[in-house]
């Protein structure tokens, strides 16, 4: 899923956005924005501030994909009502 010729589509990048700051909310709930996006910013080499990010993302987006590939959808970013 990391190879170049790789295709999805903007549904499962933004599932796969939600689903990595949703796993580094839980993970680090104090976090603000401007820490992930510092955190995520690219280098001149294509790699990101932390390292760890863009395989935390990748992550995030294989989860997407398991979940589709399992049932049909993604289906952690749909709204919970109490």
Same mark, same amino acid.
């Given at each position: 899923m990391t190879e170049d010729s790789d295709k999805i589509t903007v549904e499962q990048a933004y599932s796969a956005a939600y689903e990595y700051l949703l *796993?580094?909310? =839980?993970?680090?709930? =104090? *976090?603000l924005i401007a820490d =992930?996006?510092? /955190?995520m910013s690219l280098l001149d080499d294509g790699g990101? !501030? /932390?390292? !760890?990010?863009? *395989?935390?993302?990748? =992550? !995030?987006?294989r989860a997407v994909? /398991? !979940?589709e590939a399992e049932?049909?959808?993604?289906?952690r970013a749909d709204q919970q009502l109490a």
């Open positions: *796993r580094r909310w =839980e993970h680090m709930p =104090e *976090r =992930e996006l510092s /955190d990101s !501030a /932390d390292p !760890a990010c863009k *395989r935390e993302f990748v =992550e !995030a987006l994909l /398991d !979940a049932s049909g959808r993604y289906t």
